[in-house]
């Protein structure tokens, strides 16, 4: 079964620094997103993205934020000065459809911030 | 925007009772309404979804009900098993296609 993979599965960072999260959606899929979970909280929407623009993105995703699909495949989330709140699972997420056809979402990066 | 509310926070019953999980939603417009299990370390799966043209849908154990009216939707797992024991994630398709996920529901199924 087709799955969206991310890595890496871990990142330990120091406060400040900038952190790249890498995704490959599923290779048919026209929508993609990120999300994060904070430890023992619920999964919240970060930026969902179409067309190779940002199609929506809530109140957490700030300027501190960026999101690019560099070759096709590939779908990263940049963090450009990291900041000890970031810690986080972050989830990948693709849909083939508009927008709710195909949901799947990846098995995540452990990001800490130290 | 969409918030969606989930009930209870956890949940524990015996093996091969019933279990029943709650959400409400708020945007009336929202269309599509997926139930997703995570276990622990790991990101979230599928397990049901459901649109708003219908009212009830079933997977084997596992049910859905939506009340289009009331904006609540429900899971049901039937004849619970030990590895059913998950937190369990309701949500709410927003307006572009951005799951507005409820706080989930920690089950525990006891042997």
């Known amino acids: 079964e087709p799955e969206v993979t991310q890595t890496p599965s871990h990142q330990v960072t120091q406060m400040g620094q900038e952190v790249i999260l890498r995704c490959v959606p599923i290779s048919n899929h026209l929508y993609f997103y990120w999300y994060r979970q904070i430890l023992g909280q619920k999964v919240e929407f970060l930026v969902s993205f179409y067309n190779n623009e940002i199609s929506e993105k809530s109140e957490i995703f700030d300027d501190q934020f960026s999101v690019e699909r560099p070759d096709g495949s590939n779908f990263t989330l940049k963090i450009r000065s990291t900041k000890l709140e970031d810690s986080a699972m972050y989830f990948c997420?693709?849909?083939?459809?508009?927008?709710?056809?195909?949901?799947?979402f990846g098995s995540g990066t452990r990001l800490t911030v130290v | 925007g969409e918030n969606v509310e989930q009930h209870p926070s956890t949940l524990s019953v015996q093996e091969g009772d019933s279990a029943v999980i709650k959400c409400t939603y708020s945007?009336?417009?929202?269309?599509?309404f997926p139930w997703y299990k995570q276990e622990l370390g790991k990101g979230p799966q599928l397990i049901i979804d459901i649109r708003s043209n219908v009212g009830e849908k079933k997977d084997q154990r596992i049910a859905v009900t939506l009340n289009k009216t009331a904006k609540h939707f429900s899971l049901h797992i039937t004849e619970t098993q030990p590895e059913d024991s998950a937190v369990y994630f309701c949500?709410?398709?927003?307006?572009?296609?951005?799951?507005?996920f409820g706080k989930g529901t920690k089950l525990s199924v006891k042997p």
């Open positions: 949500a709410g398709a927003g307006s572009q296609g951005n799951l507005i």
């Open positions: 997420a693709s849909s083939e459809g508009s927008p709710n056809y195909g949901y799947t």
């Open positions: 945007d009336s417009a929202s269309n599509y």
